[in-house]
């Protein structure tokens, strides 16, 4: 997502549909106290790392039980806050205690310890084989700064705190300044889990504040070995710098910037364009298109059907109503991105959505371009964050291709087809598989299954680091590095590296699989 | 490895032990080649990741089988431009043939792939959840520069170049400038391979030359994915702010500097000290000490033992003959390396090795200071190059745990115990396994298995990126990213993700292992 800065310095907590600030004004922190906060996820590292990995599931699955024993407050606070619909919020403090549970039972499992076991060989000619045994270890304490686009699932106990949690990294959360009450309350339900079951009292801890110091001042410190964020490209990219810049730099994990290419192929344009224009539109304007992956760019071959779904897509984008955006700065930037859309010289106005009342109400939009003009103007290819997306026209298939391989690193890119297209989009696959962490087929990208199989992650700027994933099970990975036993006698090997002590876990021995 | 720069700046081939150039020059690479073998790379990109896991295994089975091939050539070229022994050199070529067979093993095993399946589940209320399948893909054209301390095993058909390759990378290397001729014959030997196995031409190519601009050239090509190094501190350093400073930034891995402490505990000490300073001085002493894994700091409290060791130590070093280092260059960083602990007013020397006759001989040495003085001056635990240690004397536990905390990253901690040293070693296990990739225990850190339970690799500035390794199957992890398949038919699914198309290699099906 990209986002402007916020338009509000202060530590009130604001309601989004009116612009108005609500209950006194919050304890907020300044650089000074980041020292406190991180030699308290210092002192409870050691501690931390060494339960086992049944503690801290039952540990994730307390903050689960103790976010729901939040109830209404909690609702109603993120309701306000981000101006989201109650169903969405609710939905979204699910797939929060959701996300929690799958990492409860992805510690169970115990695939992430990466255990393998190659056993010594004492009479080996020439030399003698060691003993080596090999398990995954947490980094140390992680830095998470929340959404604000998902004031839950991507929050203060969102994806990124629930697996470094359960890598057995402490978390310190930088929380969004959109959402202090409700990032206020879901704190207190972790620090309640902490204390219930015993974990040391630094596992968790949290900042409050607006401005970029506070965050930066946490990101550089020595005790900070690694950084989870979702936000804007140039806030992600400015606290990589913060990490590359330290004596001992430290891994960012920054989803940034996408805009997630829609392909609608030929026949499937041919068949049924029309409904692929108010099924592209009924995605465009979910959440006020304030998602990661909103479909941004949509990409066709001039050619029989495509009126049709740019008609329909119209046509729903007109009776599409106004929706309250997270905060006025993100409206205001939205609202940008749409100027420059609308006064750019190749860029027609397809449709726009109905005017809406009040404050940071957010009218979705819709224009088109050709593949020409798309691909001499990297501008046109930026994320507007909100409801705008652009359809480039191509002549043919190979300029389509062309768009796609100009395109920058995606988190998503959806092919629409009918099997008549498998030609088509078989050749695509591939350009997509280096351009994208998820490929999709007669779906749309918004909407991200918690899942084992799951990618939320992409090649630069989509992620800082494409190699991982922000949902789903793998993003324990990126909190975790891997350490050699070498001959080390049964008392001092970790016990899931000894004889028989892998509880289950799997084990690689001597290359094979257990 | 902290190497200096070359004392040759041309494409000569010296004789390590007389620094005379032999044969003919070498037709030597400038930036404007960059371009050329970045584009056959590129070009060749699409039809080698396409390729199978068992025609990726027979070719790298192939370039094995084409480097024993070079026969005598070979084994002289490198003992030559390398000044090593020829044992050493058979034995590394062994070791170089092992490692591309045992990625041959681990392409045919198939968990490389990180195949995970997730079935749709059509009646989930309130919504279905999709068909998602997830597979790791290679990262594209990979930069690999060859180490002046492994002309065979950490150079052109090294482990880098052996992981990336079965990954489905093609490579692109940076000869190291010491030893053009053994690099120019494993080059050919590839390239043979390439043919007689129907790889694309571009699967392979190499850049010879000398200073730092053709790499970084290399490093900064748009087409270049990631990029793996072993070499010195200030070299990785330099690649790394290249790739950053990209447009789109890369993965470096780059295994640099590391001192590898070893622990004497109190009990060992007091029952074989003597033999144990005999151990550390072959250990010290291999290959002129010119191994990344050289034990460059030993930790002691003081008491019953020390003396023994530090007498057996010396007497042992007293008769260590001098040895032909890999370049004068080195050798000269080396002196000056010792030169500064020679002078530095708290360190005291305890035995030098043998003077040599001849260019580049390093003459072994072995120092000592205190707790307190180390702990002042961060210089004492930068690494000289070759057969230097320093022994570092504690007044108690909590003083070795202190210097053990302040030590930077490393690739490896020994500990030499008896059992009644188990609660000491206990205490320190944790503190090592944040500052190494491989703890041991009553080995010497020289001496790296390739193996699955292998780690290569540890926190900065040991390497770049701690969460991987440059030795044994898991290096092959460092080139693959996921990618995510959301409802795609079968005829766009890749062929190992279709049901039942695995082929035997381990899949995660809804979270559970098959």
Redesign the interface.
Known sequence: MDAATLDHTGLRSIDAATGESVGEPFAGHGVGDVDAVCAAAAAAF?TYR?TDAEARATFLERIGEEILALGDELIEAACRESGLPRARIE?ERGRTVGQLKLFA??LR?G?WM?L???PAQPDRA??P??D???RN?P??PVAVFGASNFPLAFSTAGGDTASALAAGCPVIVKQHPAHPHTGALVARAIRAAVAATGMPEGTFGDLVGAGNELGGALVADPRIAAVGFTGSRGGGLALVKIA?ARA??I?VYAEMSSINPVVLCPAALASRGAALGAAFVASLTMGAGQFCTNPGLVLAVEGEGLDAFVDAAAAALGEAAAQVMLTQGIHAAYEKGIGALSSHADVTEVARGKVGEGVARGQAAFFSTDAKAFLADAALGHEVFGASSLLVRCADAAELEAVLAAAE?QLTAT?QMD?AD?DF??RL??VL??K????????WPT?V?V?????H?G???AT??????SVG??AIDRF??????????D??LPAVLRDGGAGGA?V?H????R
């Open positions: 050691p060494a939905g039972g992805v499992e695939g990466g393998r076991v190659d020439p030399l084989r060691p080596l045994r090999l270890v980094l140390g590359q001992v730099p891994p690193g092919l099997e498998t989009a078989a696959v591939p598989e280096l994208a962490g998820r490929i999709l087929v007669n779906g909407g299954e899942a084992h199989a799951m990618v992650g090649p630069f700027p800082s680091d494409g190699r991982t994933t099970s793998l975790l590095r891997p350490v050699s036993y070498q001959n080390l006698p008392a001092l799997p690689l001597d290359g094979k699989r």
